[in-house]
């Protein structure tokens, strides 16, 4: 059974910084994707980055794209997300998911396993 933890949530101001951590365990064949996905009160849930964990292709949602960076460490089975320049409009949770399919690195219901989620507010 595939486990996900996300770490590194918090609060910051406009402009701020935070990295989110993704600990991965309990897998025994390496994810198609990783990814990053967000959803804040009342929206839907949304693709906010993600990585193809063989090729290391890496996809961003047009509206964090130049602000965060995926990545991951293959030894630790960590991927993170390091959010720069943050935003009022990026306050959600967000959640580390991993997939099986190579299809629609952004699309959530595309993805089978999913952390708790950790919580990120940026305030203005």
């Known amino acids: 059974q595939v486990q996900l933890v996300e770490s590194g949530g918090g609060s910051v101001q406009a402009g701020g910084s935070l990295k989110l951590s993704c600990a991965a365990s309990?897998?025994?064949?390496?994810?198609?994707?990783m990814g990053w996905f967000r959803q804040a009160p009342g929206k839907e849930r949304e693709g906010v980055a993600a990585?193809?964990?063989?090729?290391?292709?890496?996809y961003y949602a047009g509206s964090v794209k130049g602000r965060f960076t995926i990545s991951q460490d293959n030894a630790k089975n960590t991927l993170y997300l390091q959010m720069n320049s943050l935003k009022p409009e990026d306050t959600a949770m967000y959640y580390c998911?991993?997939?099986?399919?190579?299809?629609?690195?952004?699309?959530?219901?595309?993805?089978?396993?999913w952390g708790q989620g950790t919580q990120v507010t940026v305030s203005s």
């Open positions: 990585m193809d964990t063989g090729d290391t292709t890496i």
């Open positions: 998911a991993a997939a099986y399919m190579r299809y629609a690195p952004l699309v959530p219901h595309m993805y089978d396993y």
């Open positions: 309990g897998y025994t064949t390496r994810p198609y994707y």
